[in-house]
Each structure stands twice: as structure tokens, then as C-alpha cells.
């Protein structure tokens, strides 16, 4: 059986959904222009066919007493790397670390750590305290995580943070 090819109609009912995946099909029907019989089968047919995965829920981990989970990734010159390893180490917030492939410039690496605190924010000044005595490191990422089983990806333009 031959899939049918995502259209215009798809891909905006996709945007929709990834704006807000809790809106009604009545709503969701308006916002795309279809009645709201043909959007629901348009919606069931993306989940049968695997082209959306599913949904998930955002939960606020210090609302239950827990640390949130964060990613971060650090991108550095080679040099750098002995005061980052002792940093992570000496640090009982980051609880996992893990060097990524090369970034393209043999001269400079990245690493990825994970740390559970109370909240991103919170997390952010921490690792701000490190790259204020340690020139030629950048933070290139940081953001809540809802699982441990991350592939890293390759980094995006590095952008030092401004403490």
C-alpha cells in the first residue's frame, strides 16, 4: 500500500499541534480551515502512520520536591579540558559527563554533562561561576531534560555566554 505524501494541510495541522498539542479538533479544525470530521481523520491518519510519535507532559519537578534535570554542553579549546573534568568532578550536581565527537576544529571539543538542581536557572549561575575563571570555554547549550537516553548532536554555533 502506497503512503499518502504529507501536504499543506499536514503540515500546518503538525505546526498547530506542536504550538499547543492539548487544542481541541474543533479548534485545531478552525485554525487549519477543514470541518472538524476531516481534521480528526487527518490527525488519527499522522499518528497511524508514525509521523507524529506522540505527546508528552512538562512537569515542574521542584512542584514534588525533586531537582529538575538539565543537559548542558560546553564547547572549549583542548587545552581547557583538565579544569572541566576537575570542575565536573568536584561538582555533586553533575551527576554524568561525556565527551562528543570532534566539532569540525581539531583544536577545539565539546562535552556534554548532566546535573539534577532545583531549577534551569538555578543550574545556569552555577556553570556561569566556572566560565567567569575559565576563559575559552562556552556554554553552547542548556536546557531541561525529561530523559537520560539523549543522543548528543552535533553543537550549534557556540554562543559565550555575557555574565
Known amino acids: 500500500m502506497r503512503k499518502r505524501p504529507i501536504d499543506d494541510l499536514d503540515l500546518l495541522i503538525?505546526?498547530?499541534?506542536?504550538?499547543?498539542?492539548?487544542?481541541?479538533?474543533?479548534d485545531l479544525a478552525e485554525r487549519i480551515g477543514l470541518s472538524p470530521a476531516p481534521t480528526l481523520a487527518r490527525v488519527n491518519k499522522l499518528f497511524s502512520r508514525g509521523v507524529i510519535a506522540g505527546t508528552s507532559v512538562s512537569i515542574r519537578y521542584p512542584y514534588f520536591g525533586l531537582r529538575a534535570k538539565i543537559c548542558f554542553q560546553?564547547?572549549?579549546?583542548?587545552?581547557?579540558?583538565?579544569?572541566?573534568?576537575?570542575?565536573?568532578?568536584?561538582?555533586?550536581?553533575?551527576?554524568?559527563?561525556?565527551?562528543?565527537?570532534?566539532?569540525?576544529?581539531?583544536a577545539f571539543q565539546t562535552m556534554v554533562g548532566f546535573c539534577?538542581?532545583?531549577?534551569?536557572?538555578?543550574?545556569?549561575?552555577?556553570?556561569?561561576?566556572?566560565?567567569?575563571?575559565?576563559?575559552?570555554?562556552y556554554l553552547s547549550s542548556m536546557d531541561e531534560i525529561h530523559s537520560d537516553h539523549l543522543t548528543p548532536v552535533s553543537p550549534r554555533m557556540v554562543i559565550p555566554l555575557i555574565t
Open 116 to 137: 539534577r538542581h532545583s531549577s534551569l536557572d538555578a543550574a545556569q549561575r552555577e556553570v556561569r561561576k566556572f566560565l567567569k575563571t575559565n576563559k575559552g570555554v
Open 74 to 106: 560546553l564547547v572549549f579549546h583542548k587545552e581547557h579540558q583538565s579544569p572541566i573534568l576537575e570542575w565536573m568532578e568536584e561538582n555533586p550536581f553533575i551527576y554524568r559527563r561525556f565527551n562528543v565527537e570532534k566539532t569540525g576544529n581539531d
Open 14 to 26: 503538525l505546526e498547530e499541534l506542536m504550538k499547543d498539542a492539548r487544542i481541541s479538533n474543533k
